[in-house]
């Protein structure tokens, strides 16, 4: 199928399955991902997942995370912090030990349970972003509190994942020595925002009094896609940076009509691919014998993800019904194991067989979230 029409096809249907899905009651992005189901090879075949797909894709997520961004409240976030980092490392913890000693128990190698351990500890920020904004929560306490601790979350993932290739010789990684990996992957996190944070003041007042239509949605949009390039090359991911750029908009002239801009862009083509191709890297194929793999593993990725940062939101004293939308807010693994999930796959530390159940383990965690996350902000509002 040409690309065109593929890239039609898709964003066609993922319109439609996210309009079904608002129609009985659920939130649109499980439409958007039912829709690459669908079409993909867990459904009818039609379409499977390509370079040009993952590229769409790649720059819908940081579309996502730049809106989820601007949209957030700088001062809510700062107030929050605590709560974030006790939430993080709760929510990362927890899944470590468990998945660990369960790779162990079944009588995996000790690289093997560590990769367990490193990849059901991730958690995307991206899936509980998306309904939090569908339901205007994000400037919430819960929404606050998950923002931060997902991206926090992000980072230790990134991290894990590369102690984890240096300590096992996987990958490039190694040819800097884990020290200085993680020097090159803070110095340019921390020297980019410092110069974003100075510069983008004195530029954007420059870039409004010249006469050229979308100029501005043109750089910002350039921008995004360069520094996540960079990040990806020193090993951080795009989306984080993104989602930190987007804070720095937040107090910026002239931020509405990016944000505007940019939801129109990232909502119409982009935002849709990414959901849609998380559907599309699913197959049943060869997964019956793991069945129930499949179901221990999606148990224990969501009780773990739900029940350490629940615990640590009671801890910092939040109420049930808050720590309950934080402990479901960061059940969903999606991109960011799917990452670390194709790494390892292509790092040859991964099974084939095994790779497969995984991708299902991260979708079902990955629905679970906005299904089981709106009427709990229902609730909320009523």
Do not use: C
């Amino acid at each position: 199928m040409m690309t065109s029409l593929l890239l039609a096809t898709l964003l066609l249907s993922a319109l439609l399955l996210s309009w079904v899905a608002e129609r009985i009651g659920l939130p649109a992005v499980v439409g958007q991902i039912g829709a690459g189901l669908v079409l993909g090879p867990a459904g009818f075949a039609f379409i499977n997942s390509t370079i040009t797909i993952d590229h769409w894709a790649e720059i819908g997520v940081i579309l996502l995370m730049f809106l989820a961004g601007i949209e957030s409240d700088l001062s809510l976030l700062k107030a929050h912090l605590k709560k974030s980092i006790a939430v993080a490392l709760a929510g990362v913890v927890t899944p470590f030990i468990i998945f660990y000693v369960f790779g162990v128990l079944l009588h995996y190698s000790h690289e093997q349970a560590l990769l367990w351990a490193v990849l059901f500890s991730a958690t995307s920020v991206s899936i509980t972003a998306q309904v939090l904004t569908e339901y205007r929560q994000l400037k919430s306490d819960a929404g606050s509190t998950i923002l931060g601790a997902a991206v926090i979350d992000d980072l230790l993932a990134v991290m894990m994942w590369t102690i984890f290739q240096a300590s096992f010789g996987i990958g490039g990684q190694q040819k800097f020595g884990l020290g200085l990996t993680l020097f090159f992957m803070l110095a340019y996190l921390v020297g980019l925002l410092l110069f974003l944070a100075f510069f983008l003041p004195k530029l954007l007042p420059v870039l409004a009094r010249i006469s050229q239509p979308g100029l501005i949605l043109t750089v910002v949009f350039a921008l995004l896609l360069f520094t996540a390039h960079f990040a990806e090359a020193v090993g951080l991911s795009g989306a984080i940076v993104a989602f930190l750029i987007g804070l720095l908009f937040t107090k910026l002239p002239g931020k509405e009509g990016i944000e505007h801009g940019m939801i129109l862009v990232g909502n119409v083509v982009f935002i849709p691919v990414f959901f849609a191709n998380i559907g599309l890297k699913v197959s049943w194929a060869g997964q019956l014998g793991h069945l129930w793999l499949i179901v221990l593993l999606t148990v224990l990725a969501i009780w773990t993800k739900w029940a350490g940062p629940y615990l640590a939101a009671r801890l910092m004293h939040m109420t049930k019904h808050s720590a309950n939308v934080v402990g479901v807010g960061m059940v969903s693994r999606g991109e960011m194991a799917l990452v670390i999930a194709n790494l390892a796959l292509s790092a040859k530390v991964l099974e084939d067989s095994l790779y497969g159940a995984f991708v299902l383990v991260i979708l079902l965690t990955t629905v679970f979230t906005p299904i089981v996350l709106k009427p709990l902000l229902k609730g909320k509002n009523n």
